[in-house]
């Protein structure tokens, strides 16, 4: 049976200059910044300085307060720097600057070949945690603290999120077709680490091969495959749960509070490779795309890898860029420089063309309730946005749960009056992070 969600909005899927393109191997950069922040909260904290000789996989930061996750250099060569330089989601951003010496040579002793059938739940979350494990499809906080819940939180059920419901990305589809294997075994581990006795990969049904393939390789395993209707968002965390299990997250609750844990395809070929061969989080496939991209592909690319070597490698441009988004062009980040670097959370890399950038001056609300009809979070997206233009952020929080917004997008895409009503809402957002913290600090 077909799963549905309510709400949502029906893109072109764009993704059918990449889906049967294998991954490709990016040649090894020359000079990689690898950042320290890799996820919300505080960066991690160097642990190499400039002319230290590193090896691949050798830590080069830590966590600066035991909630984030360790950096490893993604080859081997030297240190020439520690630098700002730019980052996808924050400006600039302190990395680790390596000069390869293009023998990409892994630390010694550090590859282990070991079955995590013999490992405690306890032992494998330090593994995950020491290899640097992040979540994968676009927020990247660190799963070994996805892993332990609270004792009085329950987990009995593991969604695997494999929608990829983002037009033009493919990364995960085609991690699940070339390394399926390593996706199931990271599933397994995680349901015994969480001690729950039933999983589901959720796929959407414009992926045909990875449902059969992923239908076959669970036969005889407690996981079952799940066909979802194509439509974004339906890969956002409480859409799927909702569509697969018919549950619904409460307002400012987590999947948790439901006795569930998602997690991402990517993440957990992550996980099996940390656990049995003990490789951290070093590369990912970054989907590289657009209209204006000469040759699209998927790579596996190395964690501080410019975006300009991921463009070299596709060939360059043909014709103007209007915009280069980090992630999907729905809830993908624009970049102001293409020397942001590859980042654990860089699911792909969209160019999108001059003529494809909505440059429509933003009108006021005529009241059609168009956003109403797409909001999966079953908000005012209409009302948030004008509270936010009036001020009343707090308003906006207390009376029409502006914290529910999962920032999908779905409003701006359909109102005709071009309204950027996630502009508007990270805007309130903001202004009531400020409000609490000054609070907090005193000064207000
Ligand atoms: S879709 Fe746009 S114009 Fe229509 S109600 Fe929503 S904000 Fe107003
Ligand atoms: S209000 Fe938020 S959750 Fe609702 S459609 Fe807009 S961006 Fe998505």
Redesign the pocket.
């Known amino acids: 049976m077909l799963r549905r969600i309510k709400g949502g909005v029906h893109p072109h899927d764009e993704k059918k200059s990449t889906d049967d393109k294998k991954i490709a191997v990016l040649p090894l950069p020359k000079k990689l910044f690898v950042p320290v922040h890799q996820h919300i909260g505080q960066p991690s904290v160097p642990v190499v300085k400039a002319g230290d000789e590193v090896k691949k996989g050798q830590l080069i930061a830590e966590s600066a307060d035991g909630r984030g996750t360790p950096v490893h250099s993604p080859t081997s060569g030297k240190v020439t720097e520690i630098g700002n330089y730019p980052h996808p989601l924050y400006g600039k951003s302190p990395c680790v600057v390596i000069e390869s010496d293009g023998l990409d040579q892994w630390q010694e002793g550090l590859l282990t070949d070991r079955s995590w059938e013999v490992l405690s739940a306890a032992e494998m979350i330090d593994i995950i945690f020491k290899n640097g494990i992040v979540g994968m499809g676009g927020a990247a906080f660190p799963t070994h603290i996805k892993l332990s819940p609270p004792k009085d939180k329950k987990i009995d059920t593991l969604i695997v999120n494999a929608a990829e419901c983002e037009p033009y990305l493919t990364s995960d589809y085609r991690t699940m077709i070339e390394y399926a294997d390593d996706v199931i075994k990271g599933t397994q581990i995680v349901m015994k680490i969480l001690g729950v006795q039933k999983g589901f990969i959720g796929i959407e049904n414009n992926k045909p091969k990875a449902i059969s393939l992923m239908k076959e390789k669970c036969k005889g395993k407690k996981i079952e495959v799940v066909e979802l209707e194509t439509k974004y968002p339906q890969g956002a965390e409480k859409m799927m749960i909702k569509a697969i299990l018919d549950k619904e997250v409460p307002s400012g609750k987590l999947p948790m509070d439901v006795g569930c844990a998602v997690q991402n395809v990517g993440s957990l070929k992550a996980v099996a490779d940390a656990v049995e061969k003990n490789i951290p989080l070093i590369e990912r496939v970054v989907t590289v795309t657009g209209r204006t991209v000469k040759n699209p592909v998927n790579v596996m690319a190395k964690v501080g890898t410019p975006f300009t070597e991921l463009f070299d490698f596709c060939g360059g441009f043909r014709g103007a860029n209007g915009k280069i988004i980090m992630g999907g062009p729905m809830m993908g980040m624009a970049q102001v420089s293409l020397d942001a670097v590859v980042v654990k959370a860089t699911s792909g890399i969209v160019s999108i063309a001059d003529n494809e950038v909505d440059l429509k001056e933003e009108l006021a609300?005529?009241?059609?309730?168009?956003?109403?009809d797409v909001c999966t979070m079953r908000l005012l997206?209409?009302v948030l946005?004008i509270l936010s233009e009036k001020g009343q952020h707090q308003t906006a929080q207390t009376d029409y749960n502006l914290m529910d917004c999962v920032e999908c997008g779905c409003?701006y895409y359909?109102?005709?009056?071009r309204?950027n009503?996630v502009h508007y809402i990270r805007q309130s957002k903001a202004k009531n992070a400020m409000l609490r913290n000054a609070i907090k600090t005193g000064s207000k």
Do not use: E, M, T
């Open positions: 609300c005529i009241r059609c309730g168009r956003c109403i997206p209409n946005s409003c359909v109102c005709p009056s309204r009503i």
